[in-house]
Each structure stands twice: as structure tokens, then as C-alpha cells.
């Protein structure tokens, strides 16, 4: 027992160290490794998981059913979801009343991410997952991604795998552990548990899995439609703040990167403290009224049931449609069900700026009609920009033109990300992280300038930053050990 003690240090004895200097060694081991090999085996393991997608019209899909008085479709099982009509009225703001379809989905499902170190350096183990809506078919996911209808086989399909990871974390390392919302424009109150489990197991790795470091899965992030929603949500979570990150990263110049390795360090040369942070989201929270009522969905005002379809009478924002699915490498084989396609790419952009030497991030408070508290932290622009051709101009975003023409030499990050493809079909947003001199006014009730360190403390806990701002918190944390670059 001794010298298997001394060989092979223990999980807790490795807990000694700071899990954010473990991250960043992660992260600096791949960053700069080449990811051809991986894109390789991605590109191998598409040719035996695809999806065959197939628009179909609502009243036509298997197992679904349309309620008579209501018009609210959902699965025959009472699981899954269904999709529901709501009312939004927002006294003050821009847009003050609208109604729209939205996705009841009640369950909280697991996004989990597996980790095991090799070498002294920890690794990750990813799946590469189809999903009907998702581009391409094939994104890189969790381990496990799974809704609590799908882990439990209300669908009759096989088990997901390593679930057991998750469900029981007793005997393994719990590195983030956190429930977090999806789109509130388009889920009613929808929350996954997001975590990263640390086991000194030995895993079978199966078809379709591989173990990568954090700075593999940075470089990828650079990469289109490659790195799905669910994982980058899974990744913003992880704990990657400390004031001894330069130590690990490597001694950088004076330029961007050694302020975003200052703002994901020590606390000290923000602006605001995380207390007056916590105050300001608790204002917004408090003078904002946003009621949210649960409507039925047949004669929805301004929506328009036709052609097998659900669809704003202006002919912009989204369709409720149906799919027919043909899945290879899934629990199950085929499927149908209703899905959210939105029109137009949209634009999720957080514009940072240089303060005493940390970077800072410009953050939102925004208003959705399907968030639980009324409030989250968003990117500084997030929008369809075509949308707004239709809305009055006080709704227009206040840094839309600042992002959309934005110098080349200040774009810091550019890459077109998909969104859930479970839920979605081929939704894309460009994420951008853009380097500007604007002016913020230091008791703005809608914008605040935080530092990667405070972001990454406010998603310690639910609710605070929404999952397009979780989605650039990992795109800023693969700029912490240099450039991505494409393979």
C-alpha cells in the first residue's frame, strides 16, 4: 500500500493543489497542440453517427398530439416537453407587450463533463453527439447530455452512457456543480445541471468518446459549429480564476492577454466590487416587472398556425416546426417532434476594455420572458440584427453598431457557434469578443464593467449570466493562454 501511495498519489492529495492552476496547466498543455488528429477522428466517427432531418407538419408528427381547446402540442408520454403559448408584458420598456410560442420543459437535465488525469495533466472526456438541429449534424458534447426523459428511457432507448459519474459523486471529485438556465426567449424557466466530475477511475473510453485537454478543447473553439452550446456552458462553470494563473501560463508581454490573465486573477483593480456588482443585479431585479402568463397557444396574437407550421405573422423572429429524424449513434434510431428554427444569424458579443491594466467586460442586464428571476447578465449585444428592422428604434441594441463595425485589429474573438440542437434546428449566433474605448457611464442601471475573475464567481451560483454570455466567459478563457488558431 505504501508504494502504491507514493507511485500514485491520491485524488485528494491532488486536491491540495488549486483546481484553477490544474485547469490552466490543462490549458496550457494543448494550447498550441496540434488538433488536426482530432478533427480527423471527428470527421471519421461522422461517417457512422449522422442524422437524416426531415421537415414534417405538425399535425404529422408520430407521438406527438395537439390539445383541441389549447392547440398546445406535447408528447404523448406527458415527458420531453411541449410547446405552450405565453403572454409577456414589460411596463417601461421598448417593446412592452408581446405574446409568443415557448418551450415548456420542466425537467432539470444533466450536462456533465467527465475529467481524469493522465500524465499530471487533466484531461476531458468529450462526445461527439448528433443532434436533429444541430449544423452539420455531428458537435462535440458533453459526456453526457441528457434530459431527465432521456436518462430515465422514457423513450425506450439505451442507457447514456457514464451516467453514473453523475448521479452519484460520492467516491469522485466534484469540480463544478451548478444549475444554469437555456434561452429564456425560448425555454419558460428551463434549468440543467451543469458539472464537472473528476474521477481516478479507470474509463473505458467507448466509440465516439476521447479524452482532450482544455487547451485541445480551447483551440476547437475557434472552429465553426464544433464545440456545441451544452459544452461551452459546462466550460464557462469551470472555477479558472486565480492570482497565480501568469505563473502557469508563462511570463506575456504588456499587451491584451496579460490583462485578461489580470481580470481571471486576483480580485484587486476592478472597478466595481463583487458586492456592488450583486447590488446593482439585485436593483435591476427589483424595479423590473415582468409578467409572464401562460396562454394558450391556438390564436396566439400574431402567430399564425398554416402550411404545418407555426409562424409570426411578419414573417421573422422563428417557426414552430416539425422534424422526422434518422439518427445513427443514438439511444434511439428514429423520432419525430416539434423544434424551434429561428431566422437569420444572430450576434452575441461582449465588447472589453482596458482598465489600470485588467481587462474588463461590458455586461447586460436583460429581460427575458422565460427567465426564473426576472434578470441575467448577458453579452453586451445579443440579437438578430434583421429582427429589428420591425421593433421600434429605442429597441435597437445601444452597441450593435459598435460591434458590427468594429476595426479588424480589434476583434480579440469571431467564430459562428451553433446553438442546442436538440431544441433548435440551426441556430446560430457569431460570437464576438470585441477590444473598444467606449464609455460607460459608473451608475448605468443596464451595463457594468466586470472582470473575467467576477464572472467566473457569479457562475459559482444559478441564474446570474445567461448561456450566450457562458458561451464567450469560455470563449475569453481560450484567449487566457494565447490566440486560438485553426488547426
Known amino acids: 500500500m505504501t508504494d502504491t501511495f507514493r507511485n500514485r498519489p491520491s485524488l485528494a492529495l491532488r486536491r491540495r493543489r488549486p483546481i484553477a492552476l490544474r485547469l490552466a496547466e490543462s490549458a496550457a498543455a494543448g494550447a498550441f497542440a496540434d488538433t488536426a488528429d482530432v478533427v480527423r477522428w471527428f470527421a471519421e466517427y461522422g461517417k457512422r453517427a449522422y442524422t437524416r432531418t426531415e421537415r414534417v407538419p405538425l399535425e404529422e408528427l408520430?407521438?406527438?398530439?395537439?390539445?383541441?381547446?389549447?392547440?398546445?402540442?406535447?408528447?404523448?408520454?406527458?415527458?420531453f416537453f411541449s410547446i405552450e403559448g405565453v403572454e409577456v408584458h414589460v411596463p417601461g420598456a421598448p417593446v412592452a407587450h408581446w405574446s409568443q410560442p415557448i418551450i415548456n420543459q420542466p425537467e432539470v437535465g444533466i450536462l456533465g463533463i467527465l475529467a481524469k488525469e493522465f500524465d499530471g495533466v487533466l484531461h476531458f472526456l468529450m462526445q461527439a453527439k448528433v443532434e436533429p438541429g444541430n449544423v452539420g449534424g455531428l458537435q462535440l458534447s458533453p459526456t453526457v447530455q441528457a434530459t431527465r426523459s432521456n436518462y430515465t428511457r422514457v423513450h425506450g432507448g439505451r442507457p447514456v452512457p457514464y451516467l453514473e459519474y453523475f448521479l452519484d459523486t460520492e467516491d469522485h471529485h466534484i469540480v463544478a456543480d451548478v444549475r444554469q438556465s437555456e434561452q429564456g426567449s425560448a425555454f419558460l424557466r428551463k434549468r440543467n445541471r451543469n458539472m464537472v466530475v473528476e474521477t481516478a477511475d479507470d474509463?473505458?473510453?467507448?466509440?465516439?468518446?476521447?479524452?482532450?485537454?482544455?487547451?485541445?478543447?480551447?483551440r476547437l473553439l475557434a472552429l465553426d459549429d464544433l464545440l456545441n452550446m451544452d459544452a461551452r456552458t459546462v466550460l464557462a462553470c469551470l472555477p479558472l480564476a486565480h492570482p497565480e494563473l501568469p505563473s502557469?501560463?508563462?511570463?506575456?508581454?504588456?499587451?491584451?492577454?496579460?490583462?485578461?490573465?489580470?481580470?481571471a486573477g486576483?480580485?484587486?483593480?476592478?472597478?466595481?466590487?463583487l458586492g456592488e456588482l450583486l447590488s446593482w443585479i439585485t436593483q435591476a431585479r427589483s424595479r423590473t416587472d415582468v409578467r409572464t402568463a401562460r396562454v394558450p397557444l391556438a390564436g396566439l396574437p400574431g402567430w399564425q398556425h398554416r402550411d404545418g407550421r407555426i409562424s409570426h405573422?411578419?414573417?421573422?423572429?422563428?417557426?414552430v416546426v416539425g422534424v422526422s429524424v434518422e439518427a445513427g449513434g443514438r439511444e434511439v434510431a428514429r423520432?419525430?417532434?416539434?423544434?424551434?428554427?429561428?431566422?437569420?444569424?444572430?450576434?452575441?458579443?461582449?465588447?472589453?476594455?482596458?482598465?489600470?491594466?485588467?481587462?474588463?467586460?461590458?455586461?447586460?442586464?436583460?429581460?427575458?420572458?422565460?427567465?426564473l428571476d426576472v434578470i441575467e447578465l448577458a453579452p453586451t449585444v445579443q440579437c438578430t440584427p434583421a429582427n429589428y428592422e420591425l421593433l421600434p428604434p429605442e429597441a435597437r441594441p445601444r452597441f450593435l453598431d459598435t460591434v458590427l463595425g468594429a476595426p479588424r485589429e480589434s476583434i480579440r474573438y469571431d467564430t459562428v457557434l451553433s446553438e442546442e440542437g436538440g431544441r433548435f434546428h440551426h441556430a446560430r449566433n457569431r460570437y464576438l469578443i470585441v477590444e473598444t474605448d467606449a464609455e460607460v457611464r459608473p451608475d448605468d442601471p443596464e451595463f457594468r464593467w466586470c472582470s473575467l475573475h467576477q464572472l467566473v464567481e457569479l457562475l459559482r451560483h444559478s441564474h446570474y449570466l445567461n448561456v450566450q454570455a457562458r458561451s464567450l466567459v469560455a470563449c475569453l478563457h481560450s484567449l487566457l493562454s494565447g490566440p486560438a488558431a485553426r488547426p
Open 335 to 371: 423520432w419525430s417532434q416539434p423544434m424551434i428554427a429561428p431566422y437569420g444569424t444572430g450576434v452575441a458579443a461582449f465588447l472589453v476594455r482596458r482598465f489600470r491594466g485588467v481587462l474588463h467586460i461590458l455586461a447586460h442586464t436583460r429581460v427575458e420572458a422565460g427567465y
Open 313 to 319: 405573422e411578419s414573417g421573422r423572429f422563428f417557426d
Open 203 to 218: 474509463v473505458h473510453v467507448r466509440d465516439g468518446f476521447r479524452w482532450l485537454t482544455l487547451g485541445q478543447l480551447h
Open 62 to 79: 408520430k407521438d406527438w398530439k395537439q390539445d383541441p381547446g389549447t392547440g398546445d402540442i406535447s408528447h404523448h408520454s406527458g415527458k
Open 248 to 263: 502557469v501560463h508563462g511570463r506575456p508581454d504588456e499587451g491584451f492577454r496579460d490583462a485578461l490573465l489580470r481580470s
Open 266 to 273: 486576483a480580485p484587486s483593480g476592478t472597478l466595481h466590487t
